[in-house]
């Protein structure tokens, strides 16, 4: 049976198993069915060996009234006295004779002068109103329970006397105990047999069910191979069947949940754009990859965390708590201060469940900071292609000016300054083809046209050299190269060419007269290196990283004065990433620079 207690104001039930239920209740049943059979036999028997001792005293009492009634009248009370007491070793019962007064004139066992009046008792009072009376009692003179049987002697129409017949009923107690004896063996036999038979039945029942319960808690774990055999029972068979049914439906749903669960994970996971969903109270519901490498945390570590304790950043949480204030969709920009200015576009929409209701916020964070630095840099390319084409067409505009002016009347001034528009459209036309060819080589990576052909890297580099060798020699600049001959890899030719130039003629422009230059191949596992070092002035650290971007320069005046249009390292950049390489740099300021081109190298090389 279930037992209740009371914990901290919660009720909290026992729970007992089916089968102790079932068991117990069983043999409780037969208990209480056995006790019932038991009593009512042992009454019923009693009942019956009382009966059977009644009606043997009434036809012995009746058969001694025959013989008494010729000495009631007259009376003669010695006669019937000694007739009782002869009649009782013959019978074996106790007869005695009592007159309607009470007083007994005759008895088959004591002296009749010696007893008491017997008007009291039950049996003669009954006797007097002339049905046979009877009782059980103990009897005082005996000092043992008897059974009394009384009748009336008539005579003359009027009871002259009462003729009482009794037994002992301790005989009859003794009959029945050995009976009750006989009937509890075989009732423990029974009750023995019943408790096998509804322990059996018990575990037929049950069995089935705590198959079924185990088939339950296997689905709940996911395992639905596992199914109980088919009962007997029409209730258990039909709810095995339908615990069945139930599985299969259940198995389809959760394998259509966890596809779609997949499939937006999946989604999510892939997403560039960060994902994050918040409860009413701020707190995480989920998070994908990107908005947790956005925010710099663990997507799994997030989850039920405020978020206040995900993004220390005032912006962001203000934009979160606008979001779930708004019922419509929130736009604003975000720059998290606390990942290096990472600059983000958030787009935030109520979180609504299937009924409608509000649950929470949907935030999507683009991460634009990217796009930011590319318009930055768009920007700054724009004002420098506008500033260096801008100087030499003033300056060539100036000049033709003061030439129309008068100057071209005079030949000295007149050669001077068409000399110098000579010299600033040399410049533009160099800007302008550097930006040509920068173009072309972009596009052509774009597209992918991009021949590579297997050549020596030894000859390209003599090749680049011999072309920069005019500049070398004017300014007693000595060009050293350091090459394996059997270097080879897959390469453009021209376009390598190009890049080693750009390197060259920079390490001679920005070298001192009559210093050196070096170049170097070196061999490392998975790439060939081309360095070129100079002996120049050197470039500070704040610059180095962005030293290849178009039109920047670490000393303007320098460069321009020198005739470099600010495009070369960026083409020596591309170059190399066309080639799927990249470039590095290495300076110390007054001890010279190193710019170094890496190429992949090819397994089989």
């Given amino acids: 049976m279930a037992s209740v207690t009371v914990s901290k104001s919660k009720l909290v039930v026992k729970r007992t198993r089916l089968f102790w239920q079932l068991y117990l209740s069983y043999l409780l049943i037969t208990f209480i069915i056995l006790t019932a059979v038991t009593w009512y036999t042992s009454e019923s028997l009693r009942y019956f060996f009382l009966e059977e001792a009644a009606s043997d005293l009434q036809v012995r009492a009746r058969l001694f009234k025959d013989q008494v009634m010729g000495y009631l009248d007259p009376l003669d009370r010695e006669a019937i006295d000694l007739l009782c007491k002869r009649a009782g070793r013959d019978t074996a019962t106790c007869i005695t004779v009592i007159l309607p007064s009470g007083k007994v004139i005759g008895d088959s066992v004591k002296d009749p002068k010696k007893m008491d009046n017997h008007a009291d008792r039950p049996e003669f009072i009954m006797a007097l109103r002339r049905p046979p009376g009877r009782s059980i009692r103990f009897s005082q003179t005996l000092k043992k329970d008897m059974m009394y049987v009384g009748i009336p002697v008539e005579t003359g129409g009027h009871i002259?006397?009462?003729?009482?017949?009794?037994?002992?009923?301790?005989?009859?107690?003794?009959?029945?105990?050995?009976?009750?004896?006989?009937?509890?063996?075989?009732?423990?036999?029974?009750?023995?047999?019943?408790?096998?038979?509804?322990?059996?039945?018990?575990?037929?029942?049950?069995?089935?069910?705590?198959?079924?319960?185990?088939?339950?808690?296997?689905?709940?774990?996911?395992?639905?191979?596992?199914?109980?055999?088919?009962?007997?029972?029409?209730?258990?068979?039909?709810?095995?069947?339908?615990?069945?049914?139930?599985?299969?439906?259940?198995?389809?749903r959760i394998g259509t949940v966890i596809q779609q669960r997949n499939e937006i994970e999946a989604v999510l996971s892939s997403m560039v754009e960060g994902v994050i969903a918040v409860d009413m109270e701020e707190r995480v519901i989920s998070m994908n990859h990107a908005a947790a490498r956005i925010l710099g945390v663990s997507p799994t570590e997030v989850r039920g965390r405020s978020i206040q304790e995900v993004a220390r950043d005032t912006v962001f949480q203000q934009f979160v708590r606008d979001t779930l204030s708004s019922q419509g969709v929130l736009e604003r920009d975000i720059v998290l201060s606390s990942n290096n200015e990472e600059s983000l576009n958030g787009h935030g929409t109520s979180l609504c469940d299937a009924e409608g209701r509000q649950i929470g916020a949907l935030i999507v964070l683009n991460d634009v900071t990217r796009l930011k630095k590319l318009e930055e840099i768009r920007r700054e390319f724009v004002s420098n292609v506008s500033h260096e084409i801008k100087t030499p067409i003033?300056?060539?505009?100036?000049?033709?000016?003061?030439?129309?002016?008068?100057?071209?009347?005079?030949?000295?001034?007149?050669?001077?300054?068409?000399?110098?528009i000579g010299r600033h459209a040399d410049r533009l036309e160099a800007i302008v083809e550097d930006l040509l060819s920068l173009s072309k080589i972009e596009a052509r990576a774009e597209r992918q046209e991009v021949l590579l052909v297997k050549a020596r890297l030894k000859d390209i580099i003599e090749t680049a050299i011999q072309i920069c060798e005019v500049k070398a020699s004017a300014r007693e600049i000595d060009v050293k190269l350091s090459c394996k001959e059997d270097i080879t890899t897959k390469l453009n030719p021209p376009l390598l060419e190009q890049a080693i130039v750009n390197l060259i003629d920079n390490a001679i422009k920005y070298s001192s007269e009559r210093k050196t230059v070096w170049i170097e191949v070196s061999q490392k596992e998975d790439e060939f290196v081309i360095s070129v070092r100079d002996q120049g002035c050197g470039i500070e650290r704040r610059h180095l990283g962005r030293i290849f971007e178009r039109f920047y320069r670490v000393d303007k005046a320098r460069s321009r004065r020198l005739g470099g249009t600010g495009l070369g390292l960026a083409i020596v950049k591309h170059i190399a990433q066309l080639h799927g390489g990249h470039v590095t740099v290495e300076s110390i300021p007054g001890k010279g620079s190193t710019f170094s081109i890496h190429l992949p190298r090819p397994a089989s090389s």
């Fill in 394 to 420: 003033t300056a060539i505009k100036g000049f033709v000016e003061t030439l129309q002016d008068g100057a071209i009347r005079e030949p000295e001034n007149a050669e001077r300054f068409l000399e110098i």
């Fill in 160 to 252: 002259s006397a009462v003729i009482r017949a009794s037994t002992p009923i301790d005989t009859i107690d003794i009959v029945i105990k050995k009976i009750q004896i006989k009937i509890a063996i075989g009732i423990l036999a029974i009750a023995i047999l019943a408790a096998v038979f509804s322990l059996f039945i018990s575990r037929r029942i049950t069995r089935p069910i705590e198959q079924i319960k185990e088939w339950a808690d296997s689905i709940a774990h996911g395992e639905f191979q596992f199914r109980p055999p088919v009962t007997n029972s029409e209730e258990i068979a039909g709810l095995s069947e339908a615990m069945h049914q139930m599985a299969i439906e259940l198995r389809e």
